[in-house]
């Protein structure tokens, strides 16, 4: 048994400082991809996970290498917390050959089975039903499916369907909604009927929590408790992560519509301010972090020189097929 | 040799697969207990249980996400969406998400689903459990759809959509249920899709169509034969791939083509086939025409149904009228 005030062991702690350095990861990731898209390389657009990586990571920290998870069109940070390696990402949302989907899916829509990311959805709600499915999948093979989605999702069909269908059948499946207050540009309380997305879940009898979004410890702990659950055998769980995005909701949108004061308020729970003050409270060194912290950069500088360096695909050598054979 | 049921041979397919393969799953509206409201698939839930063959709540959009997320992750999932008309509540997850798996993931893997469902009118089911949803999926690259004509080939391209590694939207024309056939040949029980077939030979014009439309094509072209008229019967089989090249065969032979479609011209599959037959074979044709239905919803009333739909009676004068022939004196 341990206490709030017990000292964790150094096991789950360097698990800790290993999130910690999946957070910064994607942090600097969805700076990088802010500057590529304003030099031209990211085209269309894109959506920055900046401000949510205590979800995807403390999530993920509770999963197995071989368990599924499903992302949102803001997916970056699903991919990288469930493994996808930087460099095939970034050149995915660079268009090149050498992307992960060999740049036919782009920003919205990563795909990576190889690391159990089912996919990514550009329609919202998506990866929902793709959590549900996948976990139908997941239950004869012990493994669990996680769906991320945002609280814009919680008013889709898929949402309410999805839940019900996985009560009925007890699917090994997590719905992880984040919960950043805002469906695009409009503030929640203007188009979410009731306070908590979560409270939803009691219609459908299914285990639910409203949990801190911004900080790992807990999310991990929350995604830990309904990963056991589904794997268990007991069905699925709703977890409702409260978060903030730094940007706006797409490159296109500088996000006018929240005030400075909330944006502040919501920057001093930066996630990886939190988690650095709380790895450095339970004994990890300033040096080990910044130590991490360095790593990270030169992997994500080396990567983006690659992804920069690799070639267009080709429209002649392009050996597209419409079916599968 | 016993005579095989439509309805029957829709049921025994999906037995066979999920006898010879543990991975298929069987899922739907009231399809495993109650066995489905067409009566094709009582006993299958019996014979494999509920972790393999189960009923579902009223979730179009969720059943298609459903599959196609387990379709990605190891199993072959079939189900059924009741009335193809319901097929607009599910096509967020097979336009966009089953559809277009195979390329943007840059084939990391395969999507083998089906989904079936019952259409067609002639039933006085009215305007909305009576539509032929194929053409609404026409335009999307990645899904295959099939209509089978008869109870082997019901059977034969259902065993062939379940094997397909590949999304496929399976239509079951409603009043083909009750027909009986011979079976599929022992042995060679599997279709794969994508190839029409010549479903009877002639000489003077070739009629093409798909599903119930192919059963009034080979009644009209019986009748015709009395008057001398020899036509050939293209079945499709597939509406997406589009076997092109079979057609343009006939035609090469006949120089007359009539496409026949329970559906709207705008926007159907005959207009783009025409267009694809005159593109290629301009020079061995001598007239191409499309029998379609108005452009209105299906009626509900008898007189109405049935004067809008394009049977075979509608095949004969159509053809008796563009060849400049009469009926043929008894």
Sequence with gaps: MSTPTARPPAQALDAYLAGYGRMRLIREFEAAMHRLFLRGEVHGTTHLYAGQEAVAVGVCMALASEDYVAGTYRGHGHALAKGTPPEPLIAEMLGRATGVCGGRAGSMNVIDLAHGLVGCYGIVGGAIAAALGAGLSAKRQGRVAVGFFGDGAANQAYFHECLNLAAVQRVPVVFVCENNLYAEFTPMAQGTAGADIAARAGAYAMPAAVVDGNDLWAVRAAAAEAVTRARGGEGPTLLECRTYRHYGHSKSDPAPYRSQEEVERWLERDPLTLARKRLEREGVTGEQIDAVEQAITAELEQAVAHALAAPYPDPAADAATEYAP | ?330
């Design chain 2, 1 to 330: 040799m016993s005579e095989l049921e439509f309805r029957v041979a829709i049921r025994d397919a999906l037995a066979e697969e999920l006898e010879r393969d543990p991975a298929v799953v069987f899922f739907g509206e009231d399809v495993a207990a109650a066995g489905g409201v067409f009566k094709a698939t009582p006993g299958l839930f019996e014979r494999f249980g509920p972790e393999r063959v189960f009923d579902t709540p009223i979730s179009e959009l969720a059943l298609a996400g459903a599959a196609y997320g387990a379709a990605v992750t190891g199993l072959r999932p079939v189900f059924e969406v009741m009335f193809g008309d319901f097929m607009a509540l599910a096509m967020d997850s097979l336009v966009n998400q089953a559809a277009k798996f195979w390329y943007i993931s840059h084939e990391q893997g395969t999507v083998p689903l089906v989904v079936r469902s019952a259409v067609g009118a002639g039933g006085r089911f009215g305007a909305i459990h009576s539509q032929t949803h194929g053409t609404w999926f026409q335009g999307i690259p990645g899904l295959k759809i099939a209509f089978p004509s008869s109870p082997a080939e019901a059977k034969a391209l259902l065993k062939g959509a379940i094997r397909d590694d590949n999304p496929v939207v399976f239509l079951e024309h409603k009043r083909l249920y009750s027909m009986k056939g011979p079976p599929p040949p022992a042995g060679d029980d599997v279709i794969p899709l994508g190839r029409a077939r010549i479903a009877r030979g002639g000489d003077d014009v070739t009629i093409v169509s798909v599903g119930k439309g192919v059963c009034d094509a080979l009644a009209a072209a019986e009748t015709l034969a009395g008057d001398g008229i020899s036509a050939e019967v293209v079945d499709l089989r597939t509406l997406r791939p589009l076997d092109v090249a079979t057609v343009l065969g006939s035609v090469a032979r006949t120089n007359r083509v009539l496409a026949v479609e329970e559906g709207p011209r705008t926007g159907g599959w005959a207009a783009g086939l025409l267009g694809a037959v005159a593109e290629e074979g301009l020079h061995d044709l001598d007239d191409a025409w499309i029998l379609a239905t108005a452009e209105t919803p299906i009626p509900y009333s008898p007189t109405l149904e049935d004067a809008f739909l394009p049977e075979a009676e509608a095949i004969l004068d159509s053809i008796r009228s563009r060849l400049g022939v009469g009926a043929a004196r008894s």
